[in-house]
């Protein structure tokens, strides 16, 4: 058997150390991407075996190959969502790990990109990437996607009218006015303040 089936029929064994032994030996074969499915192959068994840091580097190669993909090979808007995906597990599993801040500036890149067009169904990756950044002490960057999150759950809630999403709303808005402020953006944080408030004075 070639180390693809061998690989593939070892994970669905469970058998994740032998399908990582044989997956490792396919990371320079294969078209491009092929090659973002075994990294991404890679960072599945890894994270079965708890090995985190590890996985953690195979999401960042991941991620780095769906952003190094043409446009004849997929699309610009999807290689950069499922780029997000892979750098949001990345940086997930690198938590504490000395490589964290290097991938983090790659996860705002593309988050930049995905962001591009506003938040807009973007809802759950806007509220990590606010929150992760603020654990970082980049508030500046926390401020903006929390801040532009909520305004798209805020445009959400009121249409449907969902008391939990104005509930979650006001919290986030909360958040990025506490970011803004200790990012320095005073008229940030007075414009997520006056949000807040508006939407508490609904409940």
Known sequence: MSDLTEAIAAEALGDFAGALEHYSRLTESGSPLDRVGIF?????????????KDAGGWRRKAGQAYR?????????????????????????????DASLPAVAKEYSAVLKDNFSAGAEGLTHEGLFA??????????????KYLF??????????STTGDAALRDSTIETYEKAMDSAAKAGRADVARVAQMRAYDLKQKT
Do not use: I, P, W
């Open 130 to 143: 606010g929150f992760f950044f603020r654990a970082l002490g980049d508030h500046l960057t926390a401020a």
């Open 148 to 157: 532009d999150t909520a305004e798209a759950m805020s445009e959400q809630a």
């Open 68 to 96: 190094a993909l043409r446009d004849e090979e997929m699309k610009a808007d999807e290689r950069d969502y499922l780029a997000l995906v892979e750098y949001r597990n990345a940086v997930q599993d690198l938590h504490g």
């Open 40 to 52: 991404q192959a890679l960072a599945r068994c890894a994270e079965k075996l708890g090995r985190l």
